[in-house]
């Protein structure tokens, strides 16, 4: 069933509700909801005239195309949230993103879905898109608790150093910190979905008529798809970020 654009208007007439509470709490976020808002439906809107073209052409090198440009902007995004280390952090979310972009989609595309063609951009692109958002998101997570930790407990890490360890064994808890944090709330979400919550690629299917068994299916598949691609970024991320971080005996190099 699709929505008229008078009803996505009569829509918008919900947002009275939280510039109400606005008012009367006196938060300034008023001029941010609209500037927010008004991004959200120009950005869609260009984003849907996009897809709708990618949809109709099936090539699967604008297909592919584009997927790069994704992966480039995430990789741009992310670096721009992290602020520390800048200097090494592009090869790392670079190599750490395109690798498992490599593992993960033509897994699911070649073995699962079969999509013909291959590169179909009605699946590939959305499936990417869940994939390489929640990468990005998780990444960034992980790299903080893991600089983070390192900065708060230097003591112990030159204790582990002076003990004899190496670096892999003297970063290792910081490490398994930093992976444990970034990972739980993943983990969470997985555990509390369908009786808690419905998710949206799930939601989305079923709006569009496709039947709910077909749509739970899929909704599996994406939810391994999204843990094994983020589980596999965050690895990469911190191993590659590890060996960056130091010098060859052991010492951190100097902040940007």
């Known amino acids: 069933m699709d929505i008229s654009y008078l009803s996505l208007a009569l829509a918008l007439l919900l947002l009275l509700y939280p510039l109400l509470i606005f008012s009367h709490l006196k938060l300034k976020l008023s001029k941010q909801l609209f500037i927010s808002f008004a991004r959200m439906i120009l950005q869609l809107s260009l ?3 996009w897809l709708q073209f990618l949809f109709n052409q099936e090539s699967g090198w604008l297909t592919l195309l584009w997927m790069l440009v994704m992966i480039t902007n995430a990789i741009f995004t992310l670096k721009g949230r ?15 993103l395109f ?16 999509p013909d063609p291959l590169f179909a951009p009605m699946y590939a692109i959305p499936i990417y898109g869940m994939v390489l958002g929640n990468s990005m998101n998780s990444c960034a997570l992980a790299l903080e608790r893991f600089e983070n930790g390192l900065s708060d407990n230097w003591r112990a890490y030159y204790t582990r150093i002076s003990l004899g360890a190496n670096l ?9 910190k930093a992976m444990y944090a970034s990972l739980l709330p993943q983990l969470l979400s997985v555990a509390s979905m369908g009786v808690v919550s ?9 709006l569009g008529g496709a039947s709910p068994l077909v749509a739970i299916k899929y909704q599996m598949m994406i939810m391994i798809a999204i843990f094994s691609g983020v589980c596999l970024t965050d690895y990469l991320a911190i191993r ?3 060996v ?8 951190p190099r100097e902040a940007d």
Do not use: C, H, N
């Not at 992290?82 to 750490?96: D, H, S, V």
């Not at 690798?99 to 079969?114: A, G, H």
């Not at 960056?244 to 010492?251: A, H």
């Open 240 to 242: 590659l970020y590890l």
């Open 168 to 176: 892999w064994e003297a970063a290792l808890p910081t490490f398994r």
């Open 82 to 96: 992290l602020g520390f280390q800048r200097k090494i952090l592009m090869p790392i979310l670079t190599m750490a």
């Open 47 to 49: 984003m849907g005239v």
């Open 244 to 251: 960056k971080r130091f010098d060859r005996f052991f010492i």
């Open 198 to 206: 419905l998710p949206g690629m799930m939601t989305g299917q079923i």
């Open 99 to 114: 690798s498992t972009s490599l593992i993960i989609m033509p897994w699911i595309l070649i073995m699962i879905i079969k």
